[in-house]
């Protein structure tokens, strides 16, 4: 064991300079920036902070769960406020059709042609209020969105803008009329984040701000980065370097939840329905380098990874019915699964 991790410091102490001295201090700079402009507006909240980072560094897509008034709407505004970006929100409803957010053909009775009017995905950034209420038809058009970064509208194929983040919101205590996305959509969500109450201190927080005017919904922080700032971390997190050992622990991490009992045992095993798939892997390896680049690291550390665990994980592991009546969640078996299989 010592050799062994003698020898991945070595590896990652040859590796340090690949991004170079100057590259790692911009993308710091301006990670540095936009997380204290986001803290100006958005009380506490670190890990949606840090998962709306992590998903736009790694060009991915964030699923939120919380119920209402939790500071979705306006750490995404303030997010794209905060890089200069266009911002969009689409209320989801029942009635909501694919044309209303990808776009649609409008006929020129002056003219007698038709004009493309795009919908409002195509922005930098994209709040999809309460997802599971559109339609399956609706949520599949998003869903492709997302995935294709492009949509097609009248036969002609418009490409959706970059940065393209999409952050979109589920509420757990209201189901009545809703429509479950399927798991092999939520599968397309680089991570899922929980969003939690507030302490009470930063509830009393919360009320300072609004006295102060902050929380307005006219009050706006000023940009301090641009869309090149954004394409400069995008691409430099690709650069970041990630051992052998740590690809290697993340397939293991992902393959021991499609394999399970002989890991967690039996009983614990067969809660599991289905394990995560290969979107899993490329997950923990995009949204690991992300977080080391947040951190200031030009590499992946096992402790990034672990990090990650529940926000990768916890809509890829899908449970039985016998979990939920046991009262057994996905991050339980997640935590099984990552003291199952060693760090390297």
Known sequence: MTSHTSSFADRVKARIGDIGRSDLSRATKIISAVSAAYSAKVVGQERLRTSLLVALVADGHVLLESVPGLAKTTAASTLADTVKAQFKRIQCTPDVLPSDITGSQIYDAANGTFRTVLGPVHANFVLLDEINRSSAKTQS??????????????????????????????????????????????????????????????????????????????????????????????????????????????????????????????????????GASPRATIAFLR????LALIDGRQHVTPDDVHALRHVVLRHRVLLTFEADAEGVRSEDIIDDVFGAVPAP
Do not use: C, W
Request: glycine letters at 6%; proline letters at 7%.
């Open 141 to 274: 058009a998003m869903l492709e969105a997302m995935q294709e970064r492009q949509t097609t509208i009248g036969g002609e194929v418009f490409p959706l803008p970059k940065p393209f983040l999409v952050i979109a919101t589920q509420n757990p205590i209201e189901q009545e009329g809703t429509y479950e996305l399927p798991e092999a959509q939520m599968d397309r969500f680089l991570l899922k984040e929980i969003v939690d109450y507030p302490s009470p201190a930063e509830e009393l927080q919360i009320l300072e701000r609004v006295d102060s005017g902050v929380l307005d919904a006219t009050h706006h922080v000023s940009a301090t980065v641009d869309l090149d700032d954004i394409a400069f971390l995008q691409g430099i997190a690709g650069r970041v370097y990630v051992d052998d050992a740590i690809r290697n622990y993340i397939v293991q991490l992902v393959y021991v939840t499609r394999n399970p009992a002989p890991y967690i045992g039996e009983q614990r095993g067969r809660l599991i329905k289905y």
């Open 287 to 290: 949204a690991a380098r992300a």
